[in-house]
């Protein structure tokens, strides 16, 4: 049985651990989202930028076009000028006037052309420094793109990892169950077997065991009486210190498990906040809710002290020191601990019953999950109000140590009982608080909403609320048992009242060292005492009765095994008296069926020897032989049956011998085909649940794929539309630049035909002249 405890111990510890893991798995997955989600807003950015540097890039290539045309523009002027130069020398001074007209015509061109050179050269500086800022914001970009998916793979591998970890731990775990299930129903099997024969016998032994033991009481007694003139096992002289440490010892360690339970019944209160009614990794949950998580988290720096002040409390108690209220410093730490830790009970409990009004007002909950709701909400009250009247007691407890008058013995034995008094109320509102909360957890099982995560930290708290109710009955029990102890009067003059103070103390401790003294000293015997050796010599005397008393404890176990083994024969024998009534039974059978036989053969022998009498009319001699011949014959049958009766019985046993171990055998192959076969179903099931990961995994993998897909579909349409767009803009573009180059052109044809007819009339006019 402790074996099985262990491993339910070991179990619970690995679902507590398997449940932290899920918590940061949770987290680990809400990161990688976020990562994918800015990895896919940096691609949008990156298109956006793509699209605007390609515009920048058509925009470029249209500006370069212009100035090409500009370019052969200039050109065509600059050779229509010539040719105007060429003919304003021939004509001289007579054509004064055209050549001023083609000079001033030559300027405007001349300022036209620079205009145009200028917001040529600004447009290239200015696509320049827009193409190198765009190259340096893609290189941050595609950097920063990187690292993101770098980030990304890392956390998908720790996911992939914990995953891993987490199917292999819970297949663990669950064959563990399976293992610790079967070995549970066998030890309960066997210890209903046990308990159903054992008080039957080992009443007789424990009746010998209790007179043996009367007994060797009685001599040690009568023993002590004739030889031991001093007996030193008054109160006031007993080892008061000795007393105290056990005690404080043994409460140190019920505080400690007090401790342990209240840390886990926080934190899992904390876990289970942010889970119901609102998961924290799905959307937020309210402002008390967080408040209450604040305050659930910082549990620890109230918990913790409780411990270590006590554990200072039970150091300071040693055998030079005397143990009573007034010299116990230690315990106004411990009395202050405590207070600090109910004033943080008072402060959350409104958060308590808050979170649980909450837990209320979900659409899902039904009446039975109000009922239960309300009915923790006054279990928390109870609890908060004990630890509130426990605080109270302690802070009196602690107060002879500040001040010498503060209390009188009377008192002081009061507070105890109502300390006890108190210390069962809380085991009781523990308990009630653990059993509705069992009840709770059970109609939140049938929700149709319920998470794993929410069962398994449903889980976790009652584990910890069953050790939270375990711990409080043992510091409970262990205060009752210890109650004389704690309210006897301490060290103090013989039939007074008065307390000690720490002077007494210092003065009390200075007699026990010289009385320590006196004991050891045997130089000069006194005979008013028990000498010192003889004192020793009694001691092993006792010891030497405490270890037959331990020796016949081991040997009552012994006994009580040696009746297990003998039960076990017993069932073997009866197993066996079955058999052999059933071999007998038919047994009997077949000799009934001899008999019969027997009697026909007899019968039938008589009326042979009629007939031959009557129809051979032999004498009565020869009849008497004849019938002393049936006769003979008849005992060589009988004779012969009883060998074979006797011979058939061995054989009849050996034939059931080994029909039953052939039938065991049987059973054997049977039972192993079936352990096969569920290893085998086992490891298929494991195998299965290996591919379906596998599957899922080459889903998501070919979702994700699509995706790409479906986006570069998306991107490639928006590259075509860009691109028609820009290219039907270039062309409305050069149609525009054509028909202004062509009115530019018939413009200009018609200025040059106006100046040849002007010029041509001047020729005539010059001429007629």
């Known amino acids: 049985m402790a074996n099985v405890t262990d491993l339910q111990t070991k179990y619970s510890k690995l679902a507590q651990e398997y449940s932290k893991l899920r918590a940061q798995n949770q987290v680990l997955k809400k990161a990688v989202v976020d990562e994918q989600a800015s990895t896919v807003s940096l691609k949008e950015q990156l298109k956006h930028r793509d699209q605007s540097l390609r515009k920048q890039e058509q925009e470029m290539d249209s500006l370069s076009f212009r100035n090409q045309q500009l370019a052969k523009r200039v050109e065509l002027l600059q050779e229509e000028l010539a040719v105007s130069e060429a003919k304003s020398k021939k004509g001289k001074s007579k054509v004064d006037s055209p050549s001023q007209h083609g000079l001033e015509t030559q300027s405007v061109f001349d300022e036209d052309l620079q205009k145009k050179i200028e917001e040529n050269e600004r447009l290239h500086i200015q696509f320049y420094e827009a193409d190198e800022q765009h190259r340096r914001q893609e290189a941050e970009l595609r950097g920063r793109l990187q690292e993101l998916e770098r980030d990304s793979e890392q956390h998908q591998t720790v996911v992939d990892g914990l995953t891993a970890k987490y199917i292999d731990t819970i297949e663990r775990l669950q064959s563990d169950k399976a293992r610790l299930e079967v070995r549970m129903v066998k030890c309960i099997i066997k210890s209903v077997k046990l308990s159903s ?366 009746i297990a083994r003998l039960e076990q024969e017993k069932e073997h024998w009866l197993l066996e008296a079955q058999l052999g009534k059933v071999r007998l039974e038919k047994e009997n059978q077949r000799i009934a069926d001899l008999e019969a036989q027997l009697a026909a053969a007899l019968g039938g022998s008589p009326n042979t020897q009629a007939a031959a009498a009557s129809t051979l009319a032999q004498s009565h001699e020869e009849a008497e032989k004849e019938l002393q011949k049936a006769v003979g014959k008849e005992t060589t049958l009988c004779t012969s049956l009883v060998r074979n009766f006797s011979d058939n019985e061995d054989s009849r046993e050996q034939l059931i011998k080994t029909h039953y171990m052939a039938r065991v055998g049987e059973l054997t192959t049977q039972l192993q085909i079936s352990d096969s076969k569920a290893v085998h179903f086992h490891s298929e099931c494991r195998a299965l649940a290996k591919r379906l990961a596998i599957a899922e995994k080459s889903r998501e993998t070919l979702s994700e794929e699509v995706k790409r897909a479906n986006q570069n579909i998306t991107r490639l349409q928006d590259e075509l539309t860009t691109t028609k767009r820009s290219y039907e803009d270039q062309l409305s573009m050069m149609s525009d630049h054509l028909c202004s180059m062509n009115e530019t052109l018939s413009k200009q044809r018609e200025e040059i035909d106006t100046l040849k007819l002007g010029s041509k009339g001047n020729a005539k006019k010059n001429k007629g002249r």
Do not use: W
């Open 197 to 562: 024969f054992f008080p039957l016998c080992s009443q007789q032994q424990l009746r010998r065991c209790q007179s043996e033991l009367n007994r060797q009481v009685k001599q040690s007694s009568s023993v002590i009486q004739e030889k031991v003139p001093f007996n030193d096992t008054s109160e006031y002289l007993a080892p008061r210190h000795l007393k105290a440490r056990d005690v404080a010892g043994q409460a140190l360690s019920f505080i400690q498990d007090l401790v342990a339970a209240l840390l886990n019944f926080h934190s899992y209160t904390e876990q289970r906040v942010h889970i119901y009614p609102r998961d924290s990794s799905i959307e937020p949950i309210s402002p008390l809710n967080q408040k209450f998580s604040q305050y659930l988290h910082e549990n620890a720096a109230y918990v913790r002290p409780l411990e270590d002040s006590f554990l200072q409390l039970h150091q300071s108690i040693t055998e030079d020191t005397v143990t009573v209220l007034e010299t116990v410093v230690k315990l106004k730490s411990f009395a202050d601990n405590f207070s600090s830790y109910t004033h943080f009970l008072q402060k959350i409990l409104p958060y308590q019953l808050k979170s649980l009004e909450e837990e209320c007002e979900a659409p899902l909950c039904t009446a039975a999950l109000t009922a239960k709701n309300q009915e923790l909400q006054g279990d928390m009250k109870r609890v908060t109000s004990v630890f509130e009247k426990l605080q109270s007691y302690i802070n009196i407890l602690a107060l002879p140590s500040v001040r010498q008058d503060a209390m009188l013995p009377s008192s002081t034995s009061a507070v105890f009982t109502q300390l006890a008094a108190c210390l069962h109320s809380l085991h009781d509102a523990i308990k009630e608080m653990s059993k509705h909360y069992n009840q709770k957890a059970g109609l939140e099982q049938e929700l149709p909403t319920i998470t794993q995560k929410l069962c398994t930290t449903s889980e976790c708290l009652l584990g910890s609320l069953g050790s939270l109710t375990s711990s409080t009955g043992k510091i409970a029990t262990f205060f009752s048992n210890n109650l004389d102890f704690f309210t006897s009067p301490g060290y103090s003059p013989r039939g007074g009242t008065v307390t000690l103070n720490p002077l007494q103390a210092e003065s009390m401790l200075a007699n026990k060292k010289k009385a320590a003294a006196y004991m050891y000293a045997i130089k000069k015997p006194r005979p008013q005492s028990v000498p010192y050796r003889e004192a020793l010599s009694n001691r092993r005397i006792l010891t030497s009765s405490t270890e037959s008393r331990e020796g016949l404890t081991q040997q009552v176990q012994q006994s009580q095994e040696k």
